[in-house]
């Protein structure tokens, strides 16, 4: 299974606007994780098919991190720490972006050379997963 991110501004029914347009195209949701930070919301959809939902809920104003991003949770003061943890294991990071942040969080979108190795890398960052302790 695979995951398509959605970033919104937070408001009452935005989780039962994603489901019905999903539901509406026959995608079922396998799994789901919502987080809000600075204002908005980041739902984690686990689906079968990450990138037609993607064009799905972008064709319905929704904006959608890059399917092949590795989305976490970080400290925003902890962002130097994971680059650096990315680097000394040879995995280059191709691209970051803030998705949202507030005083304490961020949830940062990565593009790395190494997808996998990140991924395991970093899974305890992950949405959906504990949060590590930076």
């Not at 959608?64 to 970080?74: F, H, L, Q, S």
């Amino acid at each position: 299974m695979k995951s398509v991110t959605i970033i919104s501004e937070d408001r009452v029914g935005l989780l039962a606007d994603v489901s019905y347009i999903l539901s509406k195209s026959n995608i079922n949701i396998e799994g789901l994780f919502a987080d809000v930070v600075g204002g908005k919301a980041v739902i984690s959809l686990e689906v079968k098919d990450p990138k037609r939902a993607a064009e799905v809920l972008g064709s319905n104003g929704f904006k959608t991190a890059d399917p092949e991003a590795i989305v976490i949770k970080v400290a925003n003061n902890a962002m130097q720490d994971v680059t650096d943890m990315l680097e000394g294991e040879q995995v280059h990071v191709k691209s970051l972006f803030t998705l949202s942040s507030d005083h304490q969080d961020g949830i940062f979108a990565i593009n790395v050379d190494k997808p996998r190795k990140a991924s395991k890398m970093l899974s305890s960052f992950m949405l959906g997963n504990a949060a590590a302790p930076y």
